[in-house]
């Protein structure tokens, strides 16, 4: 085998490479994590979920309606006392 042709972590695999991910953790641990989060707020992911598209759905029909103007005369002769 050619060792100089490849990087470090295709000669070994994903399983016994030494890259790791965000903060320095590896794919495993960012797995488990995700998993814990998951399981923590499983019940909760529902609501945030349609709260979010709500959110979204207000953002739209907002943009899509035409800026109201304020047309009102502005009373440019106040009284003087």
Do not use: H, V, Y
């Not at 030494?18 to 814990?36: D, N």
């Amino acid at each position: 085998m050619i060792t100089g042709a490849f990087p470090a972590p295709l000669q070994r695999g994903w399983a016994g490479s030494k890259m790791r991910g965000m903060f320095g953790l590896g794919i495993w641990e960012l797995l488990l994590i995700l998993l814990i989060i998951l399981l923590l707020f499983s019940r909760k992911l529902p609501d945030l979920g349609s709260g979010l598209a709500k959110g979204i759905r207000n953002f739209r029909r907002t943009m899509k309606e035409p800026d109201e103007i304020d047309i009102t005369p502005k009373d440019e002769k106040k009284e003087k006392k």
